[in-house]
């Protein structure tokens, strides 16, 4: 089966640092994606991750654990332009692209 | 041109009625991907193309929904007879292709049926 599971909404505070977790269960693995999309806009390419660890790119970073069906998206030095829907997406079935987005996770960042 | 297009932006429409939604994707990606998002939702995978070619149909939601792609570029979404939960934005990706497939999409197509 294909399922990917991420909280529906978090909550935090300007500065501060976030975590929104993925799980994820597919029959195949070809890596794992993550998206921003702000209300209104089309989803944008955060991150990818194919091996287990974290990959860091400014104030977000993304992690994986192939074995644990696991990752998350870390953001850091929380900005009010942060405030949007954070999209898990793995691919659907083993040895293709069919990539299945989880049902996002409304981020809201406050003054 | 540079991204993804799609068109119609907005497409309001009648119960019953035919739609077609097209898609322009980037120069040169093998791939390209439709998907739905209703209000408040998660992206609904509906069909994807490498090339001509529609390996994986099953996300489609009736026999209603029907997807086209021509000369390895531009694809058409149709929906016949649409019915009011067929509003949603649909959302067209490419792709270059690939194992490391980063998704571009395009702005979407808002479709409301009253």
């Known amino acids: 089966g294909q399922n990917i599971d991420q909280p529906t909404e978090m909550t935090a505070t300007e500065g501060a640092i976030v975590q929104i977790n993925c799980t994820y269960q597919t029959s195949g693995f070809n890596g794992l994606f993550w998206y921003q999309q702000h209300a209104g806009e089309a989803p944008t390419f955060l991150s990818y991750?194919?091996?287990?660890g974290l990959e860091e790119k400014g104030r977000f970073s993304s992690f994986l654990s192939r074995s644990k069906g696991y990752s998350y998206l870390l953001l850091k030095e929380l900005q009010m332009k942060d405030s949007a829907s954070y999209l898990c997406a793995a691919p659907g079935d083993s040895g293709t692209y069919k990539y299945i987005f989880g049902t996002g996770t409304r981020l809201k960042v406050l003054a | 041109g540079a991204g993804v297009s799609q068109s119609p932006s907005n497409k309001v429409t009648e119960k019953g009625k035919d739609v077609e939604l097209r898609c322009d994707p980037i120069s040169g990606h093998t791939a390209l991907y439709w998907y739905r998002q209703s209000l408040g939702q998660g992206l609904e995978f509906l069909i994807y193309f490498q090339g001509n070619s529609a390996p994986d149909k099953s996300g489609l939601p009736s026999d209603r929904f029907s997807a086209e792609r021509t000369g390895g570029s531009v694809s058409t979404l149709t929906i016949q007879r649409t019915q009011q939960e067929d509003s949603a934005v649909y959302l067209c990706?490419?792709?270059?292709?690939?194992?490391?497939?980063?998704?571009?999409f395009g702005e979407g197509s808002r479709l409301t049926v009253l």
């Open positions: 990706a490419s792709s270059p292709g690939g194992s490391t497939g980063e998704l571009f």
């Open positions: 991750n194919v091996l287990d």
